[in-house]
């Protein structure tokens, strides 16, 4: 699966923005994706994954309740919707498809990553 994440930008605190991920290549319904994030001078980390329909979503500690995560099979896209934004959430982010619901590792190599920037 090839993937391309979009819609990146600069906001303000407490701002929102709609991440995208589009997939070409394998049926992109077979995978759990992911979506990953690395803030300058630190390691990729984990941030959300959404199973194989809209039912099963998963989020970590730092963005529960914040991020929305969602896919439409139809366009072979997963969206991630900040909200709430702070400065702290500002990094590449990128999407992965994983290895499977609760390993989060990511299969394959990493795809082209979106840059968000939150100002204070």
């Known amino acids: 699966v090839q993937l391309q994440a979009s819609g990146g930008g600069l906001v303000q605190a407490g701002g929102s923005l709609r991440l995208s991920c589009a997939a070409s290549g394998r049926a992109f319904s077979e995978f759990v994706m992911g979506w990953f994030r690395q803030a300058p001078g630190k390691e990729r980390e984990f941030v959300t994954a959404i199973g194989w329909s809209d039912e099963s979503t998963y989020y970590s500690d730092s963005v529960k309740g914040r991020f929305i995560i969602s896919r439409d099979s139809a366009k072979n896209t997963v969206y991630l919707r900040m909200n709430s934004l702070k400065p702290e959430d500002t990094a590449v982010y990128y999407c992965?498809?994983?290895?499977?619901?609760?390993?989060?590792?990511?299969?394959?190599?990493w795809g082209q990553g979106t840059e968000v920037t939150v100002s204070s």
């Open positions: 992965a498809a994983v290895r499977g619901w609760g390993d989060w590792a990511p299969l394959g190599s």
